[in-house]
């Protein structure tokens, strides 16, 4: 990359302090005359631009193929990217997260990607890869962190109103913090009171994506002061919210829609456990 | 001192008859055939849409000014989509052909108009008609997909998407028609003596160009109506869900979408390639290799269009191929800066208004072309694809490139159309503050795009916020710019001063005849004897003092 970015300096400069230079030297009622062709230097500006691009292109290719295959002892991570927030699942754990990658420092990790609607991509700056994200066919990209900390990852391919907010962070651990952290995770939260847990959900899955909590409505209706209202539907019906419906919402979004929004949240069927479907909708009944 | 009034050593007056007073009335311009009227028509078309696309940016730039929302991010969302359909389908693809291109592809040629000036009239109305869909389009709903249109999102979304890229559809049509015909009149209307290598330079890159137009955009039409019928009928071809495939719509897309990138700034080539010559008082250093290389851009421009998808799940040897490619579109762009710097060598360098644009953009051209290395490169290709970076290298070239190229153009060629000179002071302001505001808005995005900003963003981290403020403060700088030269040019036409038949000291046919020209460009057939820029068969510079 620096080899790159002092060549094209360079030729600025030259271009540039070139094109400066003659302009003042040559300026208004200049006599000589220049000549009007030159095939030697023609073809000596064809040949060193096409050897320096071919160098360019060769280190570009041999980085990519290092880029893009993943090492054989690489821990995978399914993801599935939705409008708008990024699902993980560690596939030997059990553990899932939303918007948030956890992982240990010098591991090398390769993320499984499918989208369940349109084109994202994932992208992670800070170790400079990424991959789009498409529905209907599996596609990976593989980072190593070499330091902890925590790190952005974002979508992009625009995929529609929140796109911006289709963002997380890559938490990067000690081994050990890492399969603690897994331990936790695995087992069933069974003390956390339930509207408490809701809350906690309702941030970890970004449900705030989408629903406000404050009255506003955003891409999705407000969710306060829903409980026990009456509910306008998209086809004209209306439905008294109770836990049902609460539930129905989380689990089957398209099954009735709310007037006046469209048909877009992502399904949350076999991502919440029975309790923390109850704590959602304990949650969500606090929001008076 | 002297000023531009002292130094004319007689003033030049109107001639009787030119194309503007031969006929009056309405009618005389609706259905007119002359290709000045028309070209004057797409100019006054273009600019209101260059207008209409900067006001969107602004608002784009203002929403991004600092963190948090000002618009809703769907508003916001349609407001990049409209600031890029507007100006990439009504703007900038027709700018330099369309309008300027239609004025002096005959003029510089010695033929009294294109070869099928009813064709010509047609053209423009469908272009018409396309911007109307296009207006209409953004009234009912506004596209929020960008102006790419991806699949799948574009087949869900509920704005007027079918409206929208049906107005695609069309304007199609008049770019195809209009490449047909400056092919035909090329080809076919030579005046005597005027040999394929006696062309003007324009003229090279207006005929690349027009091959470029007729052989891709057909391609885009055929891509569009599967996407309106996938929407419509539901045919699956797009949507994986009825069994298609989203990432062709991306090849389809950019077939055609890449070969546009040199619709666009080929033209802006042969418009530098006039002015350098002009204003150095010197041949064009190396006019076959020159007007060579647009013809080698045009033909392996189709061959590249895989650059756009490093990232988007195409095999690694398909990538390996489209870099390999893309490198060698370079070279002749490469050829054509090293050759226009030569021109200035030991010429007679007259920093007028236009040339005072060509320098400006080959300044930032070459800024432009060398940013796409890195992007042509795999590796970083892979980090720097869909973010800030990409917006400040497209916009080097094509508001950096195309657009002050454009503006350039108009200032020379303002004279000969208009039959009046304008203010070069008032014209050089304009210049400096394009040059400060653009280069303030768009160099601060490359270095966004290499700390981590991604495009498409309605909002950002705050570690961006200062750069973002920066940049937005640059766009009222150029803003500010182009309403000055709005300014200069209806003050121009409201009390310049008459222009001479060749202002500037031009050596190509267009300016030896009258500012403006005869309703048949010339009362005799011209007859060339000489290279286009050889200055001692040049009309005479009138008006002018000996310098």
Same mark, same amino acid.
């Given at each position: 990359?620096?080899?790159?970015?002092?060549?094209?300096?360079?030729?600025?400069?030259?271009?540039?302090?070139?094109?400066?230079?003659?302009?003042?030297?040559?300026?208004?009622?200049?006599?000589?005359?220049?000549?009007?062709?030159?095939?030697?230097?023609?073809?000596?500006?064809?040949?060193?631009?096409?050897?320096?691009?071919?160098?360019?292109?060769?280190?570009?290719?041999?980085?990519?193929?290092?880029?893009?295959?993943?090492?054989?002892?690489?821990?995978? #991570?399914? #993801?599935?990217?939705?409008?708008?927030?990024?699902?993980?699942?560690?596939?030997?754990?059990? #553990?899932?997260?939303?918007?948030?990658?956890?992982?240990?420092?010098?591991?090398?990790?390769?993320?499984?990607?499918?989208?369940?609607?349109?084109?994202?991509?994932?992208?992670?700056?800070?170790?400079?890869?990424?991959?789009?994200?498409?529905?209907?066919?599996?596609?990976?990209?593989?980072?190593?962190?070499?330091?902890?900390?925590?790190?952005?990852?974002?979508?992009? =391919?625009?995929?529609?109103?929140?796109?911006?907010?289709?963002?997380?962070?890559?938490?990067?651990?000690?081994?050990?913090?890492?399969? =603690?952290?897994? @331990?936790?995770?695995?087992?069933?939260?069974?003390?956390?009171?339930?509207?408490?847990?809701?809350?906690?959900?309702?941030?970890?899955?970004?449900?705030?994506?989408?629903?406000?909590?404050?009255?506003?409505?955003?891409?999705?209706?407000?969710?306060?002061?829903?409980?026990?209202?009456?509910? =306008?539907?998209?086809?004209?019906?209306? #439905?008294?919210?109770?836990?049902?419906?609460?539930? @129905?919402?989380?689990?089957?979004?398209?099954?009735?829609?709310?007037?006046?929004?469209?048909?877009?949240?992502?399904?949350?069927?076999?991502?919440?456990?029975?309790? @923390?479907?109850?704590?959602?909708?304990?949650?969500?009944?606090?929001?008076? | 001192?002297?000023?531009?009034?002292?130094?004319?050593?007689?003033?030049?007056?109107?001639? $009787?008859?030119?194309?503007?007073?031969?006929?009056?009335?309405?009618?005389?311009?609706?259905?007119?055939?002359?290709?000045?009227?028309?070209?004057?028509?797409?100019?006054?078309?273009?600019?209101?849409?260059?207008?209409?696309?900067?006001?969107?940016?602004?608002? %784009?730039?203002?929403?991004?000014?600092? !963190?948090?929302?000002?618009?809703?991010? $769907?508003?916001?969302?349609?407001?990049?989509?409209?600031?890029g359909v507007?100006?990439t389908f009504l703007?900038i693809i027709p700018?330099?052909?369309?309008?300027?291109?239609?004025?002096?592809? !005959?003029?510089?040629?010695?033929? $009294?108009?294109?070869?099928?000036?009813?064709?010509?009239?047609?053209?423009?109305?469908i272009?018409?008609?396309g911007?109307?869909?296009a207006?209409?389009?953004?009234?009912?709903?506004?596209?929020?997909t960008?102006w790419t249109f991806y699949t799948?999102?574009s087949?869900?979304?509920?704005?007027?998407v079918?409206?929208t890229v049906m107005a695609a559809f069309v304007l199609g049509f008049s770019s195809i028609l209009t490449g047909?015909?400056?092919?035909?009149?090329?080809?076919?209307?030579?005046?005597?003596?005027?040999?394929?290598?006696?062309?003007?330079?324009?003229? /090279?890159?207006?005929?690349?160009?027009?091959?470029i137009q007729l052989l891709a955009t057909p391609v885009l039409g055929i891509t569009l109506l599967l996407l309106a019928a996938?929407?419509?009928?539901?045919?699956?071809i797009f949507?994986?869900?009825?069994?298609?495939?989203?990432?062709l719509f991306q090849h389809f897309f950019w077939f055609y979408s890449h070969p546009a990138v040199y619709i666009m700034?080929?033209?802006?080539?042969?418009?530098?390639?006039?002015?350098?010559?002009?204003?150095?008082?010197?041949? %064009?250093?190396?006019?076959?290799?020159?007007?060579?290389?647009?013809?080698?851009?045009?033909?392996?421009g189709f061959?590249?269009w895989?650059?756009h998808?490093?990232?988007?799940?195409?095999?690694?040897?398909?990538?390996?191929?489209?870099?390999?490619?893309?490198?060698?579109?370079?070279?002749?762009?490469?050829?054509?800066?090293?050759?226009?710097?030569?021109?200035?060598?030991?010429?007679?360098?007259?920093?007028?208004?236009?040339?005072?644009?060509?320098?400006?953009?080959?300044?930032?051209?070459?800024?432009?072309?060398?940013?796409?290395?890195?992007?042509?490169?795999?590796?970083?290709?892979?980090?720097?694809?869909?973010?800030?970076?990409?917006?400040?290298?497209?916009?080097?070239?094509?508001?950096?490139?195309?657009?002050?190229?454009?503006?350039?153009?108009?200032?020379?060629?303002?004279?000969?159309?208009?039959?009046?000179?304008?203010?070069?002071?008032?014209?050089?302001?304009?210049?400096?503050?394009?040059?400060?505001?653009?280069?303030?808005?768009?160099?601060?995005?490359?270095?966004?795009?290499?700390?981590?900003?991604?495009?498409?963003?309605?909002?950002?981290?705050?570690?961006?916020?200062?750069?973002?403020?920066?940049?937005?403060?640059?766009?009222?700088?150029?803003?500010?710019?182009?309403?000055?030269?709005?300014?200069?040019?209806?003050?121009?036409?409201?009390?310049?001063?008459? +222009?001479? +038949?060749?202002? /500037?000291?031009?050596?190509?046919?267009? /300016?030896?005849?009258?500012?403006?020209?005869?309703?048949?460009?010339?009362?005799?057939?011209?007859?060339?004897?000489?290279? !286009?820029?050889?200055?001692?068969?040049? !009309?005479?510079?009138?008006?002018?003092?000996?310098?």
């Open positions: 990359m620096n080899y790159i970015n002092y060549l094209s300096i360079f030729f600025w400069v030259l271009i540039t302090g070139l094109i400066l230079y003659f302009a003042w030297r040559y300026r208004n009622g200049n006599k000589e005359v220049g000549p009007s062709h030159n095939t030697a230097l023609e073809i000596t500006w064809t040949v060193i631009p096409t050897i320096l691009v071919i160098s360019i292109f060769v280190w570009g290719f041999k980085t990519y193929m290092t880029l893009s295959r993943a090492p054989g002892d690489a821990m995978d #991570v399914y #993801v599935t990217g939705q409008k708008w927030s990024w699902s993980f699942e560690y596939p030997e754990h059990g #553990v899932r997260t939303t918007n948030e990658l956890v992982v240990p420092v010098n591991q090398p990790v390769r993320l499984v990607m499918q989208s369940s609607d349109v084109i994202h991509s994932m992208w992670l700056p800070a170790f400079r890869n990424k991959m789009d994200v498409l529905p209907g066919r599996t596609t990976t990209v593989w980072f190593e962190a070499t330091e902890e900390g925590t790190f952005r990852f974002y979508c992009t =391919e625009y995929c529609g109103d929140a796109h911006w907010n289709m963002k997380g962070d890559v938490k990067v651990v000690s081994a050990e913090a890492f399969h =603690e952290w897994i @331990e936790e995770n695995s087992k069933e939260d069974t003390t956390t009171p339930l509207p408490e847990l809701g809350a906690k959900l309702f941030q970890s899955k970004a449900c705030f994506t989408c629903h406000t909590t404050d009255g506003t409505p955003s891409i999705g209706p407000t969710l306060k002061g829903v409980f026990g209202h009456t509910v =306008e539907l998209a086809d004209g019906k209306t #439905v008294e919210a109770d836990e049902d419906y609460l539930r @129905e919402s989380i689990l089957q979004p398209g099954a009735k829609i709310v007037k006046g929004f469209a048909p877009t949240m992502p399904s949350f069927q076999g991502q919440l456990s029975e309790r @923390e479907l109850n704590g959602l909708i304990e949650y969500i009944k606090s929001l008076k | 001192m002297s000023t531009a009034s002292d130094i004319a050593t007689q003033a030049p007056s109107m001639p $009787k008859e030119h194309y503007l007073n031969a006929t009056r009335g309405f009618k005389s311009w609706a259905l007119t055939v002359d290709h000045k009227r028309i070209g004057v028509m797409y100019l006054v078309s273009v600019l209101t849409f260059f207008l209409v696309g900067g006001l969107l940016a602004l608002l %784009v730039r203002l929403e991004l000014l600092a !963190p948090g929302g000002m618009f809703e991010q $769907k508003t916001y969302n349609q407001l990049f989509t409209m600031h507007v100006m703007f700018s330099i052909p369309a309008s300027l291109g239609n004025f002096f592809l !005959p003029l510089q040629l010695g033929a $009294k108009d294109v070869a099928f000036p009813k064709l010509n009239l047609f053209s423009f109305y272009y018409v008609v911007a109307i869909m207006i209409v389009a953004m009234i009912v709903g506004a596209v929020d960008g799948p999102y087949l869900t979304t509920d704005t007027a079918v409206i047909l015909n400056f092919i035909v009149t090329i080809h076919k209307l030579r005046p005597p003596g005027m040999t394929w290598f006696r062309m003007p330079l324009f003229l /090279w890159a207006l005929y690349s160009t027009s091959v996938e929407r419509l009928f539901g045919v699956g949507d994986p869900a009825l069994g298609g495939d989203p990432v700034i080929v033209p802006a080539f042969g418009v530098i390639s006039e002015l350098v010559a002009t204003f150095s008082r010197r041949e %064009v250093f190396g006019y076959k290799f020159v007007a060579l290389s647009s013809v080698a851009i045009a033909i392996i061959f590249v895989g650059h998808m490093f990232v988007s799940g195409q095999s690694e040897f398909a990538g390996m191929v489209f870099s390999f490619l893309t490198f060698f579109v370079a070279i002749p762009t490469a050829v054509k800066i090293f050759n226009w710097t030569a021109t200035l060598y030991k010429g007679d360098i007259q920093l007028r208004t236009p040339m005072i644009f060509a320098m400006m953009f080959l300044i930032q051209f070459t800024i432009g072309g060398l940013t796409g290395l890195p992007l042509a490169s795999l590796a970083t290709n892979v980090s720097l694809h869909d973010t800030y970076y990409v917006v400040a290298h497209f916009h080097y070239v094509m508001m950096g490139g195309v657009a002050f190229a454009f503006v350039g153009g108009l200032y020379y060629w303002w004279p000969k159309i208009t039959g009046r000179m304008f203010d070069e002071k008032v014209a050089n302001i304009g210049a400096v503050l394009m040059f400060i505001g653009f280069n303030t808005t768009f160099f601060t995005q490359f270095l966004l795009g290499f700390k981590g900003m991604p495009r498409r963003y309605f909002d950002y981290d705050p570690e961006f916020a200062g750069l973002h403020a920066f940049s937005s403060v640059g766009s009222w700088i150029l803003g500010l710019g182009f309403l000055v030269a709005l300014i200069n040019f209806v003050q121009s036409l409201r009390k310049g001063e008459i +222009a001479p +038949a060749n202002p /500037w000291g031009g050596t190509t046919l267009e /300016w030896t005849t009258s500012s403006p020209p005869h309703p048949h460009n010339f009362v005799d057939t011209p007859t060339v004897s000489a290279g !286009p820029y050889d200055r001692e068969h040049a !009309p005479a510079e009138t008006g002018r003092a000996a310098a």
